[in-house]
């Protein structure tokens, strides 16, 4: 989960693939977010871009062509007289990662 643009994420989940099926329905709490969570400004009140992937080995620092990816939009919810931090729920449809991800991620020999 990370705010618009290109800043790091706020939040991040690991379910491991044997305890789901699809779909899959999940909440990102506080308990979930990274430290620096509370020094950045006016994240409750933006919309949040949530990212997935399936990956296929468990190790989420490689890539793999077989991995699953996906993206949506969690918007922010106004007008409702609070100090902000709820969003709607976002879709997140899992592909593949098409000819230039599965380019970028081949093993080299």
């Known amino acids: 989960v990370r705010s618009p643009g290109r800043s790091p994420p706020l939040a991040g989940l690991r379910v491991p693939l044997s305890e789901i099926s699809f779909p899959y329905k999940f909440k990102v709490t506080l308990s979930d977010a990274y430290d ?6 006016g ?3 933006q919309d949040l871009t949530v990212s997935a992937r399936l990956d ?6 490689t ?6 990816v ?7 919810v106004t007008g409702r007289g609070g100090a902000g931090g709820e969003h709607e729920q976002a879709e997140v449809v899992l592909t593949g990662r098409g000819v230039a991800g599965r380019f970028a991620t081949q093993k080299q020999t």
């Not at 620096?36 to 400004?41: G, I, N």
């Not at 296929?56 to 620092?61: F, I, P, Q, S």
Request: zero cysteines; proline letters at 4%; charged letters at 25%.
């Open 36 to 41: 620096d969570l509370a020094a950045l400004q």
């Open 70 to 76: 996906g993206r949506g939009v969690a918007r922010a």
């Open 56 to 61: 296929t080995d468990g190790t989420a620092g």
């Open 63 to 68: 890539r793999s062509p077989e991995d699953l």
């Open 43 to 45: 994240w409750q009140q």
